[in-house]
């Protein structure tokens, strides 16, 4: 005999990365951002390296972080930092590991105002 004691089920919206849904915005060292509350979706970045080389960089979400090898003049995939449900202030920032700079933008479903 089986028994299951105490689950239960909750519906949650699910993303769908439509245009008119996310929100994409340019990457500031420090800037924060707040998520849309009752979808889980990701938070993610894409860098590009703004010298003729490629240049390692870390994006961090809060705790979460990710490190991503920025192209020359041209945007990386998206890499994705966190998976997030609820309506929460997140502080992004990112570190450059190499001797030139990178430029960045931030995915994700921002909270409505």
Same mark, same amino acid.
Request: hydrophobic share 45%.
């Given at each position: 005999?089986?028994?299951?004691?105490? $689950?239960?089920?909750? /519906? $949650? /919206?699910?993303?769908? *990365?439509? +245009?008119?849904?996310?929100t994409?915005?340019?990457? &500031?060292?420090?800037?924060?951002?707040?998520?849309k509350?009752?979808?889980?979706?990701?938070? #993610?970045?894409? &860098? %590009?390296?703004?010298?003729?080389?490629?240049?390692?960089?870390? &994006? !961090?979400?809060?705790?979460? !972080?990710?490190?991503?090898? /920025?192209?020359? $003049?041209? *945007?990386?995939? *998206?890499?994705? &930092?966190? !998976?997030?449900? #609820? !309506?929460?202030?997140?502080?992004? #920032?990112?570190?450059?590991?190499? +001797?030139? +700079?990178?430029i960045?933008?931030?995915?994700?479903?921002? %909270?409505?105002?």
């Open positions: 005999m089986r028994m299951v004691l105490g $689950l239960s089920f909750v /519906a $949650l /919206a699910s993303p769908i *990365w439509a +245009d008119e849904e996310i994409i915005v340019p990457l &500031v060292d420090g800037m924060t951002i707040t998520t509350e009752g979808v889980i979706a990701p938070i #993610s970045v894409r &860098v %590009q390296s703004l010298g003729p080389g490629f240049c390692a960089s870390r &994006v !961090s979400v809060g705790d979460h !972080s990710v490190e991503v090898l /920025a192209p020359p $003049l041209t *945007w990386s995939d *998206w890499y994705e &930092v966190t !998976s997030v449900f #609820s !309506s929460i202030s997140h502080t992004v #920032s990112k570190t450059v590991l190499c +001797d030139t +700079d990178i960045g933008e931030v995915r994700y479903y921002a %909270q409505e105002e």
